[in-house]
């Protein structure tokens, strides 16, 4: 090990605060397949890339979000706590977890990897790090990790799945009320080029509510809602 790699791992440590027990392990989970030499072997990738590492790193990070979202949200029932877990264990995610913490510049992926480095890629090297520090520092140090990663994106992931169970919610009232989906209009009222505002109006049967939003996706969930509780009052 090198005095580059062993930069990495320092790195590593701090961004996560942990004190690993097997450097090495950190150093593999945090190394892509494309980095090894083309002519490694079986064995060689085994040992060196981080594909087996990443794919405990998958499951348990499941395990982990499903930990974190059932503690933040006690009053979530079930159908919605794995749609916010598909979306904080979701490439994007991961990706965008890895990029905001700054754990991609101690990450060792080959020049054959396009840059910017793909969200795929981006993923796999998260979940590579985490099998990895399960491994080495156990459940605890795991989910710890697994938090500092995903967590800050839990809030922004409650708002878009509220999102979308009120156009779900609507849908089905709509489909057992009127046996048709429901519609929305939904046009750029207002705003900036960079702050633009939409208004958007849900129709289901006879009944009609509009409501605003900074995207289309928004204004719809919200007047959706605003349906929702009309009906609900009449």
Known sequence: MDRSDRERIERVCQVLDIAPRDPALILQGITHNSHLDPQADDEQRRRAANERLEFL????????AAALLFRRHPQAGEGTLSRLRAQLVSRRCLARGMEHSGLLACCRVGPSVPTPWPDSVKANLAEGLLGAIHLDLGWDALARCAEALIGPFAAAAA??????DSKNRLQE??????GQLPSYQTTCSGGSAHAPEFTATATAGDHYATATGTSRRRAEAAAAARLLAGLAAS
């Open 159 to 164: 708002v878009q799945t509220a999102a979308a």
């Open 173 to 178: 009232w709509s489909l057992a009320h009127t």
């Open 57 to 64: 790193g998958d499951a348990l990070l499941g395990a982990a």
